[in-house]
């Protein structure tokens, strides 16, 4: 059955805790407030779930299998210096630079300066969380070109296309 506003009891306003029926009536808030609220809410969620998608692309490449030579779940292929656990590690402190990968695309005129240093701070915590050994020094360099462009075209409403060759254009 639907679901009515007016059976839904006490929803609260998404600026304060007051009732939200009371504040919308009342027009407690200006609209723009309004706007600027739901807008920076929206752009977390995308920062939050495209870092989250960066981060269980790798998960999903090191769980792939068979592999010619790489670590993966079931071995570690050519190499005796890592395993599993060395890319999982390596996968959790990448985390937050995807995000910041992608916050620097929501202004990236003004932060395409910041982009080399959040990728030489997020090759530092790759490296501290797997011991000196390099698990994804490649993926920092492919997330650290395309998220800050990939944000940037969400929020133009930009092609995939113009996307990518932004980040062509930046990156020679």
Known sequence: QPLSRDKVLNRSCYLCDEDGHFCARNQTHPLEELKYHIEHKTI????????????????????????????????????DDMDLSHFLKS????????????????????????????????????????????????????????????MQGILQGTSLKTVVFNMQTFVS
């Open 91 to 150: 996968i959790e402190a990448l985390k937050p630079y995807f995000k910041k990968f992608l916050e620097a695309g929501i202004n990236l005129e003004k932060n395409k300066h910041t982009l080399r240093e959040i990728g030489i701070d997020a090759e530092k915590a790759m490296f501290l969380a797997t011991n000196n050994i390099n698990t994804h020094k490649g993926a920092i360099f492919i997330f650290g070109a395309f998220l800050p462009f990939l």
């Open 44 to 79: 977390d969620y995308i920062v939050e779930s495209l870092s989250e998608l960066a981060s269980e692309a790798l998960r999903k490449e090191v769980y792939l299998y068979p592999k010619f030579g790489l670590v993966s779940h079931i071995d570690s292929g050519a190499h």
